[in-house]
């Protein structure tokens, strides 16, 4: 295997894979008859000069970090975690439940950490199963936590069409949590500083995303612990003769993976919405593999794939406003594009790079 | 051809210069997507219709998650829309927001009756009347006295038909039986047609031989599944009879799209009112569809027996029970 500078195994490759998947993309968008440059100039506007249209990539980052991180943790022990979906899905069945219970008396300071932890625990919990089952039984985790993403689906409409659903409507959704229990819009704080900043669904919630992020970054390289999960995620037999307790760390991984996923919820249930609403991560949690994938397992790598992430679901967004023949289906196609081309197809570049380079190396 | 043409271009001719200053119309369908086949497809029909006849441009928009809903409609606003439709009771939170930050613009949306503005003009369907009615006919046409319904996601809204439906099945036929399945509880289920299928075979193999649906692309399994077998599939929101012609005993049709047409049309020619519409058996909000793809397979009896239930849901002498109002169903 070749080996690169940092730069360039971190910027160039990366920076070269992204512009190839656009390239691609604008034949395409060339191929149904529009301009690409007008297209391009559409999405990046789209994702950071408009009105609010910063906030909203940045909104969509958060969800991004949360899911992509969950990920890459359990991705450090070799386990592939599918199931950001669901157990984002369910981190807002236990935040929300906190707010039920407690909102109508409880003051904000106190409430929101609650529903946090609400929202972490019952990730962790829906997590915890599928970990079990791998740890002491053998059960292959992408099959567990794929099928508990059903059964947590399932679970949400009986919930939220059933006991939790808002009477007098008919969308399955929980009622509006009390205004203590919300976290701050961004904007909101903003304006009150004086800026003045049009509005968005960003919130506190961004800021939890990256302190989230650092918390990761001194578990997974700073703590004997994480030296452990990283040990065994490089090979599990060595592991084992080494001491390290093989399934207790699967169990724990996999519920901090569960807990980061449940996270994500906090950003709709406590910020942008208010209430939960059937079906709110929406493919946010599957989004999260690719994120964590091109982040290459590292919190800075994360956040920045989930920027990028964030910038194209919103700047895709604005090209289907501005273009009748681009439709939502085109973008997913340039977002899939972009997952082939920086995630299947990472390491095309990097023997010719490494030749430019003056570095053949062995092989 | 080329008179249609002309027709087109004097249409838009005309709407041009009337219109063009102060009429912006704009649609934001939901999840499913315009080409769904169901719901939002039939919403597309009517604004469809609306621009061949008039000419006018109608901008539009599909959601993929739950924050596009309101972002999507003051994204319109923003880009000068003078009226807007949502579509779906999903929508139902982000229109009500959107309509009060902007009185001078006019909203509409389908599928809801419980929001008060003083810009906004809501639609709502009594599907089980419409349901009722088909239950009349599978129920009369049954051989075995087995029916089926089955349902796309399971949420109030397709219990509501499957309700009515149960009702008019058991009314007419005192001891039919009505299999019912749900597809499954992600809105994958309005999509997954394969499924459609199999539940279809399964309650073919337990003995039904008349299935309703109500799931949006999952039912065109169904429907292709009981054509498959030589049976009877009934219809949902749009006239279904031609999809396999002489399997399809009728379709219990939802006209999304008048709601639609009505919407734009009222606007550009300056009637927009707001409102609650609910539109049933009474106001051909619903109803069944009898066209010549089906027209053999109904006989003279279960004509006979829809017309006289028509009549007396109508009349009030039959109530068909709503799900939504009690979150239950009693049949």
Request: aromatic share 8%; hydrophobic share 50%.
């Amino acid at each position: 295997m070749t080996r690169l500078p940092a730069w360039a195994d971190y910027v160039l490759i990366p920076l070269l894979n992204l512009a190839l998947a656009l390239g691609v993309a604008g034949l395409v968008v060339l191929a149904i008859g529009e301009n690409p440059l007008h297209a391009m100039r559409v999405m990046i506007e789209g994702a950071f000069v408009y009105e609010g249209a910063l906030g909203y990539t940045l909104y969509y980052t958060t969800n991004f970090i949360f899911t992509g991180l969950a990920v890459a943790v359990a991705f450090h022990a070799r386990l592939f975690n599918i199931g950001g979906e669901g157990q984002a899905y369910l981190g807002g069945l236990g935040a929300l439940l906190v707010c039920l219970a407690l909102d109508s008396w409880m003051p904000g300071p106190l409430l929101i950490p609650l529903a946090i932890a609400g929202a972490a625990a019952f990730g962790a919990l829906w997590a915890l199963i599928p970990a079990l089952l791998q740890a002491y039984r053998g059960s292959h985790i992408v099959i567990t936590t794929i099928m508990f993403n059903f059964i947590g689906a399932g679970l949400m409409v009986a919930v939220l069409a059933g006991p939790l659903m808002r009477s007098g409507q008919s969308n399955p959704e929980s009622r509006e949590v009390a205004e203590a229990a919300r976290l701050p819009f961004i904007h909101d704080i903003l304006n009150a500083m004086g800026f003045d900043i049009a509005s968005s669904p960003l919130n506190l919630a961004f800021p939890i995303a990256l302190l989230a992020c650092f918390g990761v970054w001194v578990l997974i390289w700073r703590t004997r612990w994480g030296y452990a999960l990283r040990a065994m995620g490089q090979s599990e037999p060595a592991a084992v003769y080494a001491g390290i307790p093989v399934a207790r760390m699967i169990v724990a991984a996999m519920a901090i993976s569960g807990a980061l996923a449940g996270l994500m919820a906090i950003n709709t249930l406590l910020g942008a919405q208010g209430k939960v609403v059937l079906n709110f991560p929406s493919g946010f949690g599957f989004t999260g593999i690719a994120v964590a994938l091109m982040g290459r397992g590292h919190p800075v790598g994360i956040v920045l794939a989930a920027f990028l992430f964030g910038a194209l679901f919103q700047g895709g967004t604005e090209l289907d406003f501005e273009f009748t023949t681009i439709t939502r289906e085109m973008v997913l196609l340039i977002q899939g594009l972009i997952i082939l081309f920086s995630g299947a197809l990472a390491l095309m570049f990097v023997p010719w790079i490494s030749r430019l380079l003056g570095r053949e190396g062995g092989a | 051809m080329l008179k249609h043409l002309l027709g087109g271009v004097a249409a838009a001719l005309i709407a041009t210069s009337a219109y063009a200053e102060d009429f912006k119309p704009a649609v934001i369908f939901d999840m499913g997507g315009k080409f769904d086949k169901s719901f939002n497809e039939g919403v597309w029909n009517g604004v469809k219709k609306f621009m061949d006849e008039t000419g006018a441009e109608v901008m539009e928009f599909e959601v993929t998650n739950e924050t596009q809903r309101e972002q999507a409609m003051r994204r319109m606003v923003r880009k000068g829309a003078t009226v807007v439709l949502g579509v779906g009771f999903a929508q139902a939170d982000a229109i009500d927001k959107v309509a009060e930050a902007n009185p001078d613009v006019d909203f509409a949306i389908i599928d809801v009756s419980w929001l008060d503005r003083p810009n906004l003009r809501q639609y709502a369907f009594k599907e089980h009347e419409g349901s009722y009615l088909v239950g009349v006919a599978a129920a009369l046409k049954s051989e075995t006295g087995k029916v089926g319904f089955i349902g796309g996601m399971d949420i109030p809204l397709i219990r509501k038909f499957a309700c009515g439906y149960v009702q008019g099945v058991k009314d007419t036929v005192e001891d039919a039986t009505v299999l019912q399945n749900m597809t499954g509880t992600t809105p994958s289920a309005w999509n997954d047609p394969t499924k459609g299928a199999e539940l279809a075979q399964s309650q073919i193999d337990r003995g039904a031989d008349v299935v309703y649906h109500a799931a949006g692309g999952t039912g065109l399994g169904v429907i292709r599944a009981m054509a498959d077998a030589e049976k009877l599939a009934i219809g949902v929101d749009s006239n279904q009879n031609g999809l396999a012609p002489g399997n399809v005993l009728t379709s219990m049709v939802k006209r999304v799209d008048v709601a639609a047409y009505d919407t734009l049309k009222s606007a550009k020619d300056g009637k927009f009112e707001p409102g609650v519409n609910i539109l049933g058996l009474a106001e051909d909000g619903v109803d069944w569809a009898v066209d010549k793809n089906n027209e053999d397979l109904l006989t003279d009896e279960i004509r006979k027996a829809v017309a006289a239930a028509r009549k007396a849901i109508i009349a009030g002498d039959v109530k068909v029970h709503n799900y939504e109002d009690t979150s239950d169903c009693p049949h």
